[in-house]
C-alpha cells in the first residue's frame, strides 16, 4: 500500500519560513511524473498550490497566491518534493498535503498543520 507523507509544518510568525518534505511509502516517489502541494484551510475546499515533474522539462507551477513566495522542488535522489514556505502571511494557514498532478484520491495522507500566527 502506497502512503505519501507529509512533515516540517509547525507553528511561525508572519514573514516567517517553512520547509515541507512529502515522501512515499510502498513505492518510489519518482514514479510519479507529476507531484503537487496542497492545502485545505478551514471550511475551506483544498486548494492546489504549486506542482513539479520529475524532470526540469517543465517549469514548477504555482498558485496565484503564492508566487514569489514558494518554491516547489524535487530531489530524485532522496525521493523526496519539497515546498518551501517564505514570507509566510495568516492566509497561509492550513494543512498541507502532496499528492499526484492531477490528484489520486488513494494517495490522500494526514497532512502536515502550518499555522501562521503572532
Known amino acids: 500500500q502506497v502512503q505519501l507523507v507529509e512533515s516540517g509544518g509547525g507553528l511561525v510568525q508572519p514573514g516567517g519560513s517553512l520547509r515541507l518534505s512529502c515522501q512515499a511509502s510502498g513505492r518510489d516517489i519518482n514514479d510519479f511524473w507529476r507531484m503537487g502541494w496542497y492545502r485545505q484551510a478551514p471550511g475551506k475546499q483544498r486548494e492546489l498550490v504549486a506542482r513539479v515533474t520529475t524532470t526540469a522539462v517543465d517549469t514548477p507551477t504555482y498558485a496565484d497566491f503564492v508566487k514569489g513566495r514558494f518554491t516547489i522542488s524535487r530531489d530524485v535522489a532522496k525521493a523526496t518534493v519539497y515546498l518551501q514556505m517564505n514570507t509566510l502571511e495568516p492566509e497561509d494557514t492550513a494543512v498541507y498535503f502532496c499528492?499526484?498532478?492531477?490528484?489520486?484520491?488513494?494517495?490522500w495522507g494526514s497532512g502536515t498543520q502550518v499555522t501562521v500566527s503572532s
Open positions: 499528492n499526484k498532478y492531477p490528484p489520486d484520491g488513494a494517495y
